[in-house]
């Protein structure tokens, strides 16, 4: 099973490109399934039932979310609606939504579980424990488990990606919305990567428009809502090769792919 994680989509810029590229980056890495963040979908901040539904006419399989997902309140109910669509797992009982799902790609249970860090974040429950919860209720569920893990810190990621080693076959990290270098496959078998980068404008700061970001760091805020860069578009997450027998990874490889290229007909993986 091949895998393609689609990193934090931000505003309309982000969902352009992933209605024109994520097809066909499907189809160049091999992928048998899709698993993309939307949190930022809607205008930068939270996600709306029609970025969901523009998720799914995309061809993204699981949609997942991180601390932004209560920024539009519209998007409450179909968080119990719509089992593919995630949100952080551990969150307090009593909000709406929920952290896992298993779905069929093929004759194998893919379990994809969406969980959220506490270093310089809000204060939640413990990710690492609700992990040892879900992995051991998913376990006779699912052949393959693989998590997004969206957080902050690169010291937590890294933890909390060894902390699952020999136990996941993924560990993917969002929120920073900078694509790391960081690609392994871990001594007992789970593929990590630090953060799987921005898909939208990396003219930008994390994806928003740099001249209001710089404004802010020299004023401090003063009500100026960030908006979403929409220069050089990109694409970026990672593909991940899985063993079905053993549920581990063979191999993960980042993905970087430019919506220019593909608007002058020279679509490249690079």
């Keep these: 099973m091949r895998i393609l994680f689609v990193a934090d989509v931000i505003g309309s810029p982000g969902r352009r490109v992933l209605k024109q590229l994520v097809r066909l980056v499907k189809a160049d890495v091999r992928a048998d399934v ?8 809607a205008g930068g901040f939270g996600i709306t039932p029609e970025t969901v539904a523009e998720f799914k006419e995309a061809g993204v399989d ?39 799902v298993v779905i069929n790609v ?8 969406n969980l959220q860090g506490r270093t310089f974040m809000s204060p939640i429950d413990d990710p690492f424990r609700a992990a040892d919860a879900m992995i051991a209720e ?20 890294q933890a909390f990606a060894r902390y699952l080693d020999g136990r996941v076959a ?19 078998g789970t593929a990590r990567i630090t953060d799987l980068g921005l898909t939208g404008g990396l003219d930008g700061i994390i994806g928003m428009k740099a001249d209001i970001s710089i404004e802010r760091q020299l004023k401090v805020a003063r009500g100026e809502r960030m908006q979403p860069a929409d220069g050089d578009l990109h694409l970026q997450g990672a593909v991940v090769d899985v063993d079905e027998a053993t549920g581990l990874a063979r191999s993960i ?18």
Excluded at 143 to 153: L, Q
């Design 34 to 41: 899709v698993v993309a963040n939307g949190e930022n979908s």
């Design 62 to 100: 699981v949609i997942t979310t991180g601390n932004h997902v209560w920024d539009k309140k519209e998007i409450l109910p179909l968080l119990d609606k719509e089992p593919r669509l995630l949100r952080p797992a551990n969150y307090p009982p009593g909000n709406p939504g929920r952290g896992s």
């Design 106 to 113: 093929g004759t194998t249970r893919l379990a994809v579980m």
């Design 138 to 157: 998913l376990k006779d569920q699912a052949d393959v488990i693989v998590v997004e893990f969206h957080a902050e810190a690169t010291s937590e990621k």
């Design 170 to 188: 993924a560990v993917v990290g969002t929120h920073t919305h900078c694509q790391t270098a960081d690609e392994w496959v871990q001594p007992k």
């Design 253 to 270: 490889e980042r993905v970087n792919v430019p919506y220019e290229r593909v608007l002058q007909g020279e679509f490249k993986r690079k």
